[in-house]
């Protein structure tokens, strides 16, 4: 089975902290993805990479960067946190290119609170 | 980019059966999915369906598609209480690895 671990089930940071999501996947998988989720907005696609390096931004990038070090591992930084970053943060990967279907599996999610 | 609807809320009572229905607009896409999410808890992939096809049975799921109106549909039979979750519709973006996702439809299941 694919696992996505995301580090925390539950944040409380504080306006203008540096915070870093981080979430590992153990199937080897070339996409990785961090979407947010908000009541009545559904999932958003924050960024996504799909290689060690390399990053994409998705539909709500602002005041987020990402990291890929590592195939395995896809962390999310909020640069200086603000409390409309208060949301449910989602991992995802999914095998990549040439796989059909390229299903994403999803973490289970960090709650992030920012005060 | 891809447009993904579907209808916020479905009541039913156990035992019935339920049918969450989802529109999208682009006619490219290849497989289709619909994921589950309950309380508290990341997204878990339900079931897909690839585009040739009209139908998928997947024991107590159904999925429908009609491609030509673009709707999926998931009908789930004989519904328990523990099927109350919200059921998230996907549909690939062209020439990306990315999903568009509707923004879900929560599935309340009453004894």
């Known amino acids: 089975d694919v696992k996505v671990t995301q580090s925390s089930r539950y944040l409380v940071k504080r306006t203008g902290e540096k915070v870093f999501l981080e979430c590992v996947q153990d199937?080897?998988?070339?996409?990785m993805f961090w979407y947010r989720q908000d009541p009545g907005l559904g999932l958003r696609l924050i960024y996504f990479s799909y290689d060690v390096k390399m990053k994409e931004k998705g539909d709500i990038p602002e005041g987020y960067s990402v990291s890929r070090e590592k195939k395995e591992r896809f962390s999310l930084i909020l640069e200086s946190a603000s409390t409309n970053q208060t949301s449910m943060y989602l991992c995802?990967?999914?095998?990549?290119?040439?796989?059909?279907?390229?299903?994403?599996?999803f973490g289970p999610g960090t709650r992030l609170t920012v005060l | 980019g891809e447009d993904v609807e579907q209808s916020l809320f479905l009541s039913v009572r156990e035992g019935d059966s339920s049918v969450i229905n989802c529109t999208y607009t682009?006619?490219?896409?290849?497989?289709l999915y619909w994921y589950k999410q309950e309380p508290g808890a990341g997204l878990q992939l339900l079931t897909y369906i690839f585009s040739n096809m009209d139908m998928k049975q997947d024991q107590r799921l159904t999925v429908l598609l009609n491609k030509k109106d673009k709707h999926l549909s998931l009908r789930i039979a004989d519904t328990q209480t523990g099927d109350s979750a919200i059921y998230f519709c996907a549909v690939p973006n062209s020439g990306y690895s990315t999903l568009t996702f509707g923004k879900g439809t929560m599935l309340l299941v009453s004894p």
């Open positions: 682009d006619s490219s896409s290849t497989y």
């Open positions: 995802a990967s999914s095998p990549g290119t040439g796989m059909s279907p390229d299903t994403q599996y």
């Open positions: 199937m080897d998988h070339e996409n």
